[in-house]
């Protein structure tokens, strides 16, 4: 195994460790989270699997030292903007397509860019680790995009109605995912 695999594994370990003990401050709330739980367990299950039995043969590895620096230096970008949005949200954070009680709009820090820098953060370091390690993780960068793309989607309809009259202005002055373009 190399050094630039065991820093991104690393890296995601730590991140998700974070991601759960933070998630433990949050404010109660719906989530429509659990509804396709079964799919994700099963999707999850079955990459590991071939993962297990190496499916994914080491050909399409990275071995270009200047693309492990790139693609690593993507993926803490990513992580870091992704930690930064969750401390701005503070106890408003939830699953995707959430509803917290008593809710905020949130929109100083990364939110002042981005409407949904979260998923911006975890898409980077999903490409980041595509660039630095295989391939292959363009499969979960196209995966978790429709996904998080859905999610927004989701998500602003209800800040439409939590929020009419600041959701469309905030709307208006920021990007969904990619600051200047979408």
């Not at 404010?27 to 999707?43: E, M």
């Not at 620096?69 to 969750?86: K, M, N, P, S």
Request: charged share 15%.
């Amino acid at each position: 195994m190399r050094a630039v695999d065991i820093v991104v594994g690393i890296g995601w370990l730590a991140f998700w460790i974070y991601w759960l003990v933070s998630a433990a401050g949050a404010k109660p709330g719906q989530s429509r989270w659990l509804r396709f739980a079964g799919v994700r367990v099963v999707l999850i299950l079955l990459f590991l699997l071939l993962l297990r039995l190496r499916a994914f043969k080491q050909h399409a590895d990275t071995h270009d030292p200047v693309l492990w620096g790139i693609g690593l230096a993507v993926f803490f970008c990513g992580l870091a903007l992704a930690v930064w949005a969750r401390i701005y949200l503070g106890r408003n954070w939830g699953m995707p397509m959430s509803t917290k009680a008593d809710p905020e709009l949130v929109t100083s820090g990364p939110y002042g860019e981005i409407r949904h820098p979260i998923y911006t953060g975890i898409l980077l370091a999903a490409i980041g680790t595509t660039i630095a390690v295989s391939i292959y993780w363009l499969v979960a960068v196209v995966v978790l995009g429709a996904y998080f793309i859905y999610s927004a989607v989701v998500e602003e309809r209800n800040m439409v109605k939590l929020f009419p009259r600041a959701y469309p202005e905030y709307r208006q002055s920021t990007k969904m995912l990619i600051p200047l373009i979408l």
